[in-house]
Nanobody, 126 residues
């Protein structure tokens, strides 16, 4: 059984930083595309960042480029999202997700991901 557990969310002032973690069990985070999505109240779930199965490729939505960094620690079977220069518009529930197929392509649609965590709240105050 695959489980993804996010942590690291919280309340931070604009300009601050947070690091989200996604600990996986039941499957490795390597060889599968791992992604981060977020959902603000009243809005659809949107893509934030993803890392390829090999770890050699990353992809970010335009609004977080240069501020967020996705990374992976295979030994800890954990994926991270380092978020710097946070803005109030970054406020959302952040979800970790994993694609189902081995070495699949990075996708930005949530429908391409088979496994999801429960989410962690990030609130950025102005």
């Amino acid at each position: 059984q695959v489980q993804l557990v996010e942590s690291g969310g919280g309340l931070v002032q604009a300009g601050g930083s947070l690091r989200l973690s996604c600990a996986a069990s039941g499957r490795t985070v390597s060889t599968y595309v791992m992604g981060w999505f977020r959902q603000a109240p009243g809005k659809e779930r949107e893509f934030v960042a993803a890392i390829s199965g090999s770890g050699g490729s990353t992809y970010y939505t335009d609004s977080v480029k240069g501020r967020f960094t996705i990374s992976r620690d295979n030994a800890k079977n954990t994926v991270y999202l380092q978020m710097n220069s946070l803005k109030p518009e970054d406020t959302a529930v952040y979800y970790c997700a994993q694609r189902g197929g081995v070495f699949g392509s990075i996708l930005t649609t949530p429908f391409g991901y088979a496994y999801w965590g429960q989410g962690t709240q990030v609130t950025v105050s102005s």
